[in-house]
């Protein structure tokens, strides 16, 4: 289901690509920027790029194919240009401003470890707007904070 798979990328994103090699959950002395994805690589932040502009399609739509959104913005407006807003501010979240530009994400992050702490917002948001939508819709979704 559209839903399950939705709240999954989120919560994935959440503890494995931002939350943990941030090192948000216990501090900046646990920064684990080896975890980042392919850091030496150079392309994390266009990896977690990609995955934000998944997201926001889920919930925008893409290519003439309605979004989330688009299913519960009768019945909520408000909470469907919330969530396709959610996506539009993690990516602008994510952009490197002028210093990071040449940066990888990893030396961003190494630099500036509280950085991805916006996208973790927005899309730990967008997360709670999925899991609204389908509530609104009456199907039954477990999060993971219900199912610990």
Known sequence: ????????????????????????????????????EAPHAGI???GLRE???????????AEGQPGLA???AGLEPERAADMI?????AL?????????????????LH????????VYRQVQALQDQIAGTGETLALPIQTHQDGD
Do not use: Q
Request: charged share 30%; net charge negative.
């Open 1 to 36: 289901m559209i839903f399950a798979e939705g709240l999954n990328v989120t919560e994935r994103l959440l503890w494995e690509r931002i939350g943990v090699p941030s090192g948000f959950f216990r501090g900046e002395s646990s920064l684990k920027l080896e975890m980042i």
């Open 44 to 46: 994390a932040r266009a």
């Open 51 to 61: 995955t934000l502009e998944s997201l926001h399609r889920l919930a925008a739509g």
């Open 70 to 72: 688009a299913l519960i």
């Open 85 to 89: 807003s959610r996506g539009e501010r």
């Open 92 to 108: 602008a979240e994510l952009e490197p401003d002028t210093a990071e530009a040449a940066e990888t994400l990893s030396a961003t």
């Open 111 to 118: 630099r500036e470890p509280s950085r991805l702490k916006g």
